[in-house]
């Protein structure tokens, strides 16, 4: 989840997560922390907005996010019983005590930020010492004495990227897991498609057209440069979007590297459904929690709006899938827009194409720019934002 603070939250003056008193919760030595790498500034305050407890409370209330997790979790018991576990950002220590309850012989439960002093409190009141390790450090800086059969993480930002926590969760799997091991979620695919949403133009752009009866069209230009100069995160429903989504990227954990990840480029093209105005593009995300030898539902760029059905339709309800689209229960994360300054009008059938590139910021690596470009009727539109 995108910390809602992460840019504004004041520093308290406080320096790096203490790293040298993370000391093992329960009887276990095994767990420490290795020659630490300097907590950069962005890291210092991405970890403190994690220290807030309303932030762990809106995930861990956000019921179709945990229970997916939990359902991932009982559905792959077999590959957790007396096994040893990895809970990359465990936050409060939510699916490291899921886990030690499904058998788990051993969880290590990594937390940079400072609830993992009330994590550890938390596993000590359910009497879980001798299975879960609460670690407070960065997941690059800990030094485990032994390694992991299974990797567990919520490292999904807004947008699926935001935040930049899948790295994190990259480097555990390349120093930690054994092979064959397993990682939930297994694979994440971000999805896009244009979508038009008349109310939302009208209530923040038109609305400064005629105010109490005064004509205040002179905010109209700075209202479309403030709708449309960052992503906003807003739920919109499956009546918005126009088009069969497009999958800007498809991402297998088990494979994936955090060099790909600095900057993904897609094509996409999709067809208009109906006769309306595009106000912008949607974003949503799904993750699936599939075993390492199991194939993922693995959609291609160039997917077949067909395709994207019998999938949905094969998954039974066995299938553990967290899914962010319109269509399915809101989440925490709802759906990330990026906003025209104007509408641009589509026929049915109207081909829409371009292409987007999201990559890290070079400022902050946890932020994200965006660049999009969308050819229709012989329109083309540039976009570029950041999101911070
Ligand atoms: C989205 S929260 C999930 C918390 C918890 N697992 C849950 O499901 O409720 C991600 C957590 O990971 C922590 N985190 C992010 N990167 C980390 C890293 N490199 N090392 C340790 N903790 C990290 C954050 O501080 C945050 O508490």
Known sequence: MLPSHLNGHSALGRGRPRLSAAAASGDFAAA????????????????????????????????VRTDAYHTAIMRHQKFV????????????????????????KRVYAIEASEIAVQAREIVKANNLTDQVVVIHGRV???????????????????????ESMLPSVLF?????LKPGGLILPSHATLFMAPITNPERYESSVDFWRDV??????????????????????????????????AVFKHIDCYNFTAEEFKSITTKYKVSS??????????????????????SSHNFPSNLDPLEIIQKKRRR???????????????????????????????????????????????????????HLECTTGGQTLVKDCAMR
Request: one cysteine or more; glycine letters at 8%; proline letters at 6%.
């Open 81 to 104: 019983e007396g096994k040893v576990v990895l809970d990359v950002g465990c936050g409060t220590g939510i699916l490291s005590v899921f886990c030690a309850r499904a058998g788990a």
């Open 172 to 176: 555990a799997r390349d120093k930690w």
């Open 212 to 245: 109490y009866g005064i004509n205040m069209s002179a905010l109209v230009p700075l209202a479309k440069k403030f709708t449309s100069e960052e992503p906003s995160i807003e739920t919109i429903g499956g009546e918005n979007v126009i088009s069969w989504p």
């Open 32 to 63: 420490g922390i290795g020659a630490a790498a300097p907590l950069e500034e962005h890291d210092r305050i991405y970890f403190q907005s994690y220290s807030h407890l309303g932030i762990h409370e809106a995930m861990i209330k956000d019921r």
């Open 273 to 294: 459904m109906m006769l309306a105005p595009i106000h912008g593009f949607g974003f949503w995300f799904e993750v699936e929690f599939n075993g390492p030898a199991e």
């Open 140 to 162: 690059e800086d800990v030094d485990l004495e032994e390694k992991v059969d299974v990797i567990i993480s919520e490292w999904m930002g807004y947008m699926l990227l935001y």
């Open 316 to 370: 039974s309800s066995e299938d553990a899938v967290l899914s962010t689209a319109p269509e399915d229960e809101p989440t925490h994360w709802q759906q990330t827009i990026l906003y025209f300054p104007d509408p641009i009008e589509v026929k049915q059938d109207q081909i829409i194409e371009g292409s987007v590139t999201v990559s890290q910021s070079e400022e902050n690596p946890r932020f994200l720019n965006i």
